[in-house]
């Protein structure tokens, strides 16, 4: 059984930062191209960023400079460190395989922007 559970999220202040975690237990990631999805109230779930097998990077336009993908295969765990913090980055936060899911989504970690 796969199992992803994410962590690091919280209420801040905007221009503040904060390590989102995404450990993932039953699998291994070394062969999946992970992803940070967002999920913000009565939207869609978007692509926020994605890392390849190999620690190539990209990301979605509205966090480009301010968000870091990260990922550590031994320890089964892709990071996401958010910088400069926006209200409009407030959702819940997912993470699964980019081109195909390692596993059954998560219950995400809820980030809050607001003063």
């Known amino acids: 059984q796969v199992a992803l559970v994410e962590s690091g999220g919280g209420l801040v202040q905007p221009g503040g930062s904060l390590r989102l975690s995404c450990a993932v237990s039953g699998r291994s990631i070394s062969t999946y191209a992970m992803g940070w999805y967002r999920q913000a109230p009565g939207k869609q779930l978007d692509l926020v960023a994605g890392?390849?097998?190999?620690?190539?990077?990209n990301y979605a336009n509205p966090v480009k400079g301010r968000f870091t993908i990260s990922r550590d295969n031994a320890n089964r765990t892709v990071y996401l460190q958010m910088n400069k913090l926006k209200p409009e980055d407030t959702a819940v936060y997912y993470c699964?395989?980019?081109?195909?899911?390692?596993?059954?989504w998560g219950q995400g970690t809820q980030v809050t922007v607001s003063s």
């Open positions: 890392i390849s097998t190999s620690g190539n990077t």
């Open positions: 699964n395989g980019l081109l195909r899911e390692i596993g059954t």
